[in-house]
C-alpha cells in the first residue's frame, strides 16, 4: 500500500511502504501535477478501495471540479461543478454532487459514464454507499430553517425512501460501518453560522433514527466522520475553541484535535493533542493499524494510544489517502 498526499497547488505525491508495513519517507513518489488553472488548489484526495482511481477534488475561486485518474493508464476525467461524495465497495463507481443541475451522478469510474439519479428529494447534498453497494443513504434540505431529511435510495429500482426528518438540525455526512451493522452522522443546528458544534451519533442502521450521542464534534468545516475498517469506532474531529466567536465564522480560526469512539462502548479517547492546530483529513490505513491526517501544513500518522509522528517536514502538505494494491 501507499500513502498519497498532495503538496498544495504543486505535486502530487506518494510514499511507498517497506515490506514490514512501514512508510520509506526516504523514496517520495510524484504521481501527478495540478491542473493549471488559476486560483485552485486541491482541497480532497481520495482513493477508490480497489486501488485502480484515485480522485482529486479542486477548489477553484469560481467553480468546484474534480479530476478522476487511472493510476494503471494515466488518463483523467474532469466531473465539472460539483463535487465528490463516495466511492462503491468495489471501487468501480462514485457518487458525485453536480451542483449547477443540483443533482446526484452516479459515475462509473472506468469509462467516466453518469446517470443522474432519478426520484430523489430537492436539495441532496450528502450520499453514501451501503457495503452491498445497491443501496445508498441520501441527506437533503430545501433550505436554510427547514430542517432536513435522512433517507434510502434503491439504485436497481431508482426509488427513495423517506427515513427521518430533523425539523431544526442539518443531517450531515451519513455514513455506515464497513459491514453495514451500524450508521453514523453528524447534527448540526439549522442556522446561517458557517462554522458550528455539532453532535456525533450512532444511528439506526436500517432507518437512519438517533440512538447514541457519542460526542461534541466540529461541524459545517466539512469533516466526515471516518470508521475503523474492523467498524469497531470511529475517528472524528473535534473543536477545541468552541467559545471563539471568531472561529463561528472563519474557517482558519477553527482549533482542533482527532478523537476516537469506540462504538461498543461509547468511550471516546484523543488521538492528538495539539495546542494551537487546524487538525483534518481523517484517513485510515486499509489494515486499521494507523490513521494519516493534516496540521499544521503537514502529513501526520497516528496509532491509537502512540503519539503521532509528522510525515511530511520541507514542503506545505495536505490531504492524505492511502493507495492499496489493485486487486
Known amino acids: ?76 476525467d474532469t466531473l465539472a461543478q460539483g463535487y465528490f461524495l463516495d466511492w462503491s465497495p468495489d471501487g468501480e463507481w462514485l457518487l458525485f454532487h453536480q451542483t449547477d443541475e443540483d443533482a446526484i451522478w452516479l459515475v462509473q469510474a472506468a469509462t467516466g459514464s453518469r446517470q443522474t439519479l432519478l426520484n430523489l428529494p430537492p436539495g441532496v447534498y450528502n450520499a453514501a454507499f ?21 433517507g434510502g435510495y434503491n439504485l436497481a429500482a431508482s426509488t427513495y425512501t423517506p427515513w427521518q426528518t430533523f425539523p431544526q438540525q442539518i443531517v450531515a455526512y451519513p455514513r455506515w460501518s464497513p459491514d453495514g451493522a451500524k450508521m453514523a452522522y453528524i447534527l448540526m443546528p439549522d442556522s446561517n453560522q458557517p462554522f458550528t458544534i455539532g453532535e456525533l451519533w450512532l444511528a439506526d442502521p436500517t432507518t437512519g433514527a438517533p440512538a447514541q450521542k457519542l460526542d461534541s464534534v466540529d461541524a459545517g468545516h466539512g469533516y466526515p466522520p471516518a470508521w475503523s475498517p474492523d467498524g469497531q469506532s470511529l475517528a472524528y474531529v473535534r473543536r477545541e475553541n468552541p467559545d471563539s466567536v471568531r472561529a463561528n465564522h472563519a474557517a482558519a480560526a477553527l482549533r482542533s484535535n482527532l478523537y476516537l469512539a469506540h462504538t461498543a462502548t461509547g468511550q471516546t479517547m484523543p488521538l492528538t493533542a495539539f495546542p494551537d492546530s487546524l487538525v483534518y483529513d481523517i484517513a485510515w490505513s486499509p489494515d486499521g493499524a494507523e490513521l494519516a491526517f493534516t496540521a499544521d501544513d ?17 514542503t506545505t502538505a495536505r490531504h492524505p489517502a492511502w493507495l492499496v494494491a489493485d486487486n
Open 130 to 150: 451501503r457495503f452491498d453497494g445497491q443501496t445508498v443513504v441520501t441527506a437533503s434540505s430545501r433550505g436554510l430553517g427547514l430542517g432536513s431529511e435522512l
Open 1 to 76: 500500500m501507499n500513502a498519497v498526499l498532495s503538496d498544495t497547488a504543486v505535486t502530487l505525491s506518494a510514499y511507498p511502504t517497506t515490506p514490514d508495513h512501514q512508510l520509506n519517507t526516504a523514496s517520495r513518489q510524484t504521481l501527478g501535477a495540478q491542473p493549471s488553472r488559476a486560483m485552485c488548489e486541491a482541497d480532497q484526495l481520495s482513493a477508490a478501495p480497489n486501488g485502480r482511481y484515485l480522485l482529486i477534488q479542486y477548489n477553484c475561486e469560481a467553480a468546484l471540479f474534480a479530476v478522476l485518474q487511472n493510476l494503471a493508464t494515466g488518463q483523467t
Open 298 to 314: 503537514a502529513i501526520w500518522l497516528a496509532k491509537p494510544g502512540q503519539s503521532p509522528t509528522q510525515l511530511t517536514q520541507t
